[in-house]
């Protein structure tokens, strides 16, 4: 039952550094998001996909890209990471209409 | 717009008190609301629902029920364990905007 997996879990760059955060799920869900969650502030929509093919903003994408790779894989770049993006960020799924959300354990992120 | 508004925290509680924590939602139509608890270390895992007013959701001894008159979803437990000490969150959805909204989330500590 792997169900929605990260990687990394945990990581430290420097400022103007790249990553790439993988999340893979295994339930065939169709729409896939990522968020982040940061103090006092609860999650936060990064980006998120529909489906397979498309990906849209959400509240607070900028300084981030995504890629919907397929009906599995939904990754989140940072192409020059600053401090503000020191946060833990999580990769949901759900099947569709109002379906439950279902998180990964999350990837905590580090910028120097 | 649609946002959720639930009590802040943190929160400690003897084992075997009541538990309350408040959460009202504002949002046009008919959302349905959610309770994510987040246990350390760990993601959001779905806790319990409710589509339509006047809905009770339950589970592991949790309740909410939708208010539609106080727009509220307040979730409730009549005697708290150390074991539920985490982070709850409630959540609304609203059919075509693909997303939940958060709340902030409260932390509940059960101290023995």
Sequence with gaps: NAGVTQTPKFQVLKTGQSMTLQCAQDMNHNSMYWYRQDPGMGLRLIYYSASEGTTDKGEVPNGYNVSRLNKREFSLRLESAAPSQTSVYFCASRVGGAGELFFGEGSRLTVL | GNS?????????????????????????????????????????????????ADDKGSNKGFEATYRKETTSFHLEKGSVQVSDSAVYFCALFKTGANNLFFGTGTRLTVIP
């Design chain 2, 4 to 52: 959720v508004t639930q009590m802040e925290g943190p929160v400690t509680l003897s084992e075997e008190a009541f538990l309350t924590i408040n959460c009202t939602y504002t949002a046009t139509g008919y959302p349905s609301l959610f309770w994510y608890v987040q246990y350390p270390g760990e993601g959001l895992q779905l806790l319990l629902k409710a589509t339509k």
